[in-house]
């Protein structure tokens, strides 16, 4: 059987030199896959194709927010601006099986969004999810 690393003795290279002979096939396959992903990985500026059945349809409907909030702030339930001793009783009772829907203006602030939230814990909610339009 014929040795892929000649033994030192027969060869006349030293360590480095036979590890370099071993590496430099393993050095130019990295070289070539490398070409190849550059290469088929072409960027360009048309855009992808329409998957069948993931077209948008103009009929979607938003889902149906609980309350909302604009950005100014104030909270809405049922188009009633409330405030918070009133804005607890206006939403449905806490729910474990299901989180409290919130509509948020994307212009809100963090402040404004954490007072609500800490006012929603203090009622007893748990659960809330935050609706966002996705973007376009």
């Excluded at 203090?122 to 999810?129: F, H, I, R, S």
Aim: charged letters at 20%; proline letters at 7%.
């Amino acid at each position: 059987m014929k040795q892929l690393v000649p033994a030192p003795e027969t060869s006349g290279k030293g360590l480095l030199e036979r590890v370099e002979d071993a590496l430099l096939p393993l050095i130019n396959l990295v070289f070539l896959l490398l070409m190849f992903f550059i290469v088929a990985g072409q960027l360009t500026n048309e855009p992808l194709p329409e998957l069948p059945g993931a077209a948008r349809s103009d009929t979607e409907q938003s889902p149906e927010a609980d309350m909302m909030v604009d950005a100014s702030g104030h909270w809405k339930v049922q188009g009633a601006i409330l405030s918070g001793e009133h804005l607890l009783a206006a939403l449905p009772a806490p729910d474990a099986q299901s989180a409290l829907k919130i509509a948020a203006d994307q212009n809100l602030t963090m402040a404004d969004m954490e007072a609500l939230l800490r006012l929603l814990e203090e009622g007893g909610y748990t659960e809330v999810l935050l609706l966002t339009e996705p973007g376009s």
